[in-house]
């Protein structure tokens, strides 16, 4: 309790309590904040809307399989100021301090892995091109099946949408749309002859 009191005077006298890896996104705590953070992110100049091969996020990614948390945690500060919106990346990250036991930051970075998640499905259900999720990335949808403990089983892009036949866990399957328009220009853009 007296830590909690402590957190929330710090806060109220606008100190940063939640410095640590990445940037402070403690400000967000809403659907809103996280939808505008997903697509300013996509806008800036060299986004990249595949991540997951990065070589920088892949030795993220190898680190937090080797168990090497601290690593973890060093490369991801500067993953994360440059891609915010990395949302399994946050995750690795709260999973460490959770293992260190450092459960302010985990919280933190917990909240905003749901958060990003939550902005993507905020906008539709996912169930039809009227009512699609609205990704940056084709990385988004794979982080979202997998929170979900989805497999996708096929794959088709439809004009500016991504249908995917996903297998949740029991066996059932459904079709989930995602409007990959942002992801599209956003490719485009990288691909460009400089």
């Known amino acids: 309790m007296k ?3 402590t957190l929330l005077v710090l ?3 606008g100190l940063n309590v939640f410095a ?9 705590t809403d659907t809103k904040y996280f939808t505008k953070l997903r697509f300013d992110t996509a806008q ?16 993220i990614q190898d680190a937090y399989r080797a168990g090497e948390m601290e690593s973890v945690l060093s490369l991801s500060d ?10 399994d990346v946050h995750l690795m990250v709260a999973m460490c301090y959770k293992q260190k ?4 930051s985990m919280c933190r970075h917990l909240n905003v892995f749901y958060g990003l998640l939550g902005s993507i499905a905020s906008d539709g259900d ?3 091109e009227q009512t699609a999720f609205k990704v940056v990335s084709l990385d988004e949808e794979y982080s979202l099946i997998q929170e979900i403990g989805g497999k996708v089983k096929n794959q088709k892009l439809v004009g500016h949408f991504d249908r995917l ?22 490719l485009a853009k990288s691909l460009e002859v400089k």
């Open 126 to 128: 996912g169930l039809s």
């Open 101 to 104: 036991g450092d459960l302010v």
């Open 78 to 87: 500067a993953w994360l100021k440059r891609l915010p919106i990395d949302a």
């Open 44 to 59: 800036k100049a060299g986004f990249a809307p595949i991540w997951k091969s990065d070589p920088g996020r892949k030795k």
């Open 20 to 28: 640590g890896v990445g940037p402070d996104l403690s400000a967000g």
């Open 11 to 13: 806060g109220v006298l």
């Open 3 to 5: 830590t909690l009191l």
């Open 165 to 186: 036949e996903v297998e949740r866990r029991g066996g059932k399957t459904v079709t989930l749309y995602f409007d990959v328009s942002v992801h599209l220009k956003a």
